[in-house]
């Protein structure tokens, strides 16, 4: 058997092996009822729960258990301004004295949007986009046009605002929407003292059909008569007819006249 081996056997090794392990043991207890001690270990005083809480309440509290505190501001929708929404370290945390806790508060002012592009949109599409962008649709009222339920204006506080202008987040903003019903409808011509073929121009450009002519008085020269009358006529009541509505003319020879149309 070699030395090295016997020394194994032998009772000083054993001795000095049970004292190695022994130093070792007491080192780590010593360290670790230090650190606890040092660091409090199992003490605190937990944290109160401030969620909810007005801004100026979750900071009386803070300071009357002796915390410190940082506050981040955050814009959220249906939220009181000054409101806590968010807190760390969470509520029933054991921490040290004087422990700064992070609070988030709803801020007191909304930041401003750019208002999206809602021009040719339609409703829906519209109501989605306005989502997106944190507002809020308003009043929606209808005008004449072709397409139904296109965006036509956009409005906010009565006056019409055009794509990019800031307003606060959160906004409620009216929509102007199509009727669907401006292609049925077009504005009926003025035809009166025109000469005939102006009329005729006047009438098929308008989208109507030329109705029955009369022709007045002696007629000479075919090639040279004007409109006293027109019916439908354009009054104050009545500004509009259908498409292909049919104009019917009466005409007279010669000199253009300041015809007053008859009162209705």
């Known amino acids: 058997m070699s030395k090295f081996g016997a020394y194994l056997k032998s009772k000083s090794f054993r001795n000095n092996l049970l004292m190695a392990i022994v130093t070792v043991i007491a080192v780590v207890l010593i360290a670790f009822f230090s650190l606890g001690y040092y660091t409090r270990h199992g003490s605190g005083i937990p944290v109160p729960k401030l969620k909810g809480l007005t801004i100026d309440k979750a900071m009386d509290i803070l300071k009357e258990q002796g915390f410190g505190y940082k506050i981040d501001s955050v814009y959220v929708q249906d939220i ?6 968010e807190q760390d370290p969470d509520p029933g945390t054991n921490v040290k004295e004087s422990r700064v806790i992070y609070l988030t508060m709803v801020t ?3 930041p401003n949007v750019a208002l999206p592009d809602l021009e040719q949109s339609n409703y829906r599409e519209a109501i989605a986009t306005i989502s997106n962008y944190g507002l809020k649709v308003g009043d929606t009222t209808y005008r004449s046009d072709i397409a139904r339920d296109r965006i036509l204006e956009v409005r906010f506080g009565g006056q019409v605002i055009k794509t990019g202008t800031k307003i606060p987040k959160g906004s409620r903003i009216d929509l ?5 019903e401006g292609a049925s409808e077009v504005e009926i011509p003025e ?16 989208g109507l059909t030329v109705g029955i002519i009369t022709y007045q008085g002696t007629i000479t020269d075919s090639t040279n008569v004007v409109v006293v009358s027109q019916y439908p006529m354009k009054t104050d009541s009545l500004s509009k007819t259908s498409i292909g509505t049919r104009i019917n003319l009466t ?3 010669g000199t253009k006249t300041d015809a007053v149309p008859p009162a209705n």
Do not use: E, H, M, Y
Request: aromatic residues 4%; charged residues 15%; hydrophobic residues 55%.
């Open 80 to 85: 009181a301004p000054g409101t806590i929404v």
């Open 108 to 110: 007191l002012q909304a």
């Open 191 to 206: 035809l009166v003292n025109l000469d005939l073929d102006a009329a005729r121009f006047a009438i098929k450009g308008a």
């Open 251 to 253: 005409v007279s020879q």
């Open 176 to 180: 102007v929407l199509g009727d669907g």
